[in-house]
């Protein structure tokens, strides 16, 4: 227990120092931005770094450990001469976030496709700097998310590959923070930013109680709305031109690290051009922005990355492969959309006469992708419902309800941008968690349309601390439950050992997982060493070029 809470604080302060050193370097200081807002900034310039590295180096624990101490000793350096002062005025509330956050981790099971890919591809960042094809070994990995990255940074001496699973507590405690600033630590903002702060928080604690569920998705989406709170904050500073280019900076910058999670976020960029357009943003300010400069050259270095994995910009998009590269799979566009039709769309769990292809054309899949994901959506949209209604129902005097959102253009704006999205999920990608936050974010929407606050008078700070602490409860209680239901009672969740046979190419050694029947999912290759294939090594071929792995299809 000691080393995790040391690992947690460890993390925690290097990712807030290189907040720091990318706040300075920015010169973003005149918009006070908060401990999370920094953290996450934090986030963003440690998975820059480790990007960058990654072309040239593996991402050992040696790498990776002296990455961390440069954060820990900024942030050590600034409280010594004075620039960071620390307020102890919420610490109680600070202290329930914290106890919730270790109830989380405490025995907790892998996330699904953790053994399958996400454990697998950070094996190969720590053993391996980048390699030409990838996806060649597995598919899966060559969707190249940003989180996996950052998870791989987090293997640091001392801890090891535990640090892995500290990435989530690290990233739930900053998003945390980052939705307390707007709506409880400073002064309370009326309208749509105290609501979506507000109400995203209580939902990441009764809904996300559990770091199994901490994935991709789950950061790629609460990344989305912070970047939604954002573009209502450019609006809130519309008649302050420094502000407002700040908040539009950092929007830019969280969207774009938001689609480097999970491309499925590419429309959140619709939100920063309307904002250009709208405001009559000068083209040569926004050239001469360190932040979109970093911005910038994080995306083009996260997409030659994947063109390196696949051959690609972009899957499933044929028009973005470049085909003569020699680690380019002809078939990779149709594996993929084979892989993510059987999964998102239910076929596997078809039993009908119909198809493949005919239970995967003109609707016919809706059905059965309903009848086993219903209980799902429901739980989710109220899980957040709930609070939304009690909430307003207890203030019922303090609000009068009318149109008047419609008046103002900001919702209208992200309304259009989530029903895009909600519409390319459901053709492409009707996994349920993968749109959660889109569908909250509407129903959201449409309940702000029809309420106005009747004054200025704030609502009372012990009722939103009320709400924030039965969130909380709900969190510890869920996690305490399943504690005492576990079997084990490790504080870190359990890798199987795997057993694997290995065959030598030259200087690699080839490892293929064996089946076990006493150990679940034991064919998978979890935490196997370099270089792992679930199956057999037969229809590709790997081999060394200027130092650089290269694994081609046969």
């Known amino acids: ?52 590295l990654h072309f040239f180096f593996p991402l050992n624990q040696i790498l990776n450990t002296f990455i ?20 102890f005025k919420y610490y109680k509330l600070f202290f329930f976030i914290f106890f919730a956050s270790l109830t989380m981790i405490l025995g907790h099971k892998p996330n699904e496709d953790f053994g399958y890919y996400h454990l697998p591809y950070i094996v190969n960042m720590n053993s391996e700097k980048i390699i030409f094809g990838l996806s060649n070994l597995q598919l899966n990995q060559g969707w190249n998310s940003s989180w996996l990255l950052i998870k791989s940074l987090f293997n640091i001496k001392i801890v090891g590959v535990k640090g892995i699973f500290v990435s989530n507590i690290i ?37 996300f109680a559990r770091l199994n569920s901490y994935g991709i998705d789950i950061p790629s989406n609460f990344l989305v709305i912070y970047a939604f709170i954002l573009f209502l904050l450019c609006y809130h500073n519309r008649n302050s031109d420094k502000k407002f280019f700040r908040y539009l900076e950092i929007l830019i910058l969280i969207s774009i690290f ?3 999670f999970r491309i499925l976020n590419l429309l959140i960029l619709i939100l920063p051009i309307i904002l250009i357009f709208r405001f009559k943003v000068s083209i040569l300010k926004l050239f001469k922005s360190r932040v979109l400069i970093f911005s910038v050259l994080f995306f083009i270095i996260w997409q030659i990355q994947q063109i390196i994995y696949t051959g690609c910009f972009l899957i499933p998009n044929e028009l973005t492969c470049f085909k003569n590269f020699s680690w380019f799979d002809k078939d990779i566009i149709a594996n993929f959309v084979n892989d993510t039709s059987n999964v998102n769309k239910s076929f596997q769990t078809y039993s009908g006469v119909l198809s493949r292809e005919e239970y995967l054309s003109n609707f016919n899949w809706i059905g059965n992708w309903y009848e086993r994901n219903h209980i799902e959506l429901y739980e989710h949209i109220l899980t957040f419902l709930i609070p939304v209604f009690s909430f307003i129902i207890i203030n019922k005097n303090n609000f009068k309800f009318n149109l008047y959102f419609f008046k103002k253009e900001n919702n209208f704006y992200i309304l259009i ?43 009372s700070k012990k009722l939103i601390l009320l709400f924030v602490l039965l969130s909380l409860f709900g969190n510890i209680s869920k996690n305490i439950l399943r504690i005492y239901n576990n079997e084990t009672k490790n504080i870190f969740p359990i890798i199987p050992e795997i057993d694997y046979k290995t065959t030598n190419l030259e200087d690699l050694k080839l490892n293929i997982p064996k089946k076990n029947n006493f150990i679940d999912k034991s064919e998978l290759c979890w935490d196997v060493p370099f270089l792992c294939r679930i199956g057999s090594f037969d229809d590709i071929n790997i081999k060394m070029n200027n130092n ?6 046969n």
């Open 417 to 459: 941008v989530v029903f895009l999205s909600l519409v390319i999920w459901f053709l492409k990608a009707p996994v349920i968690r993968f749109a959660t936050l889109y569908l909250q974010t509407f129903f959201l929407i449409i309940i702000l349309y029809f309420i106005k606050h009747k004054s200025k008078k704030l609502i």
């Open 171 to 207: 990233f739930y405690l900053l998003i945390s923070f980052v939705f307390l600033s707007y709506f409880y630590f400073n002064k309370i903002r009326s309208g749509s930013i105290f609501f979506f702060s507000l109400f995203f928080y209580i939902f990441l604690n009764l809904k």
């Open 548 to 553: 650089y792995l290269f694994i081609l299809k």
């Open 68 to 87: 961390f101490l440069i954060g820990f000793s900024f942030f050590l350096y600034e409280i010594s001469t004075s620039k960071i002062k620390i307020n």
């Open 258 to 260: 938001s689609i480097s």
């Open 1 to 52: 227990m000691i080393i995790l809470v040391l690992s947690i604080f460890l993390f925690l302060i290097s990712v807030v120092g290189y907040g720091k050193i990318f706040i300075k370097i920015n010169n973003l200081n005149d918009i006070n931005l908060s401990f999370g807002e920094t953290g996450l900034l934090g986030l963003f310039f440690i998975t820059f770094l480790g990007i960058s």
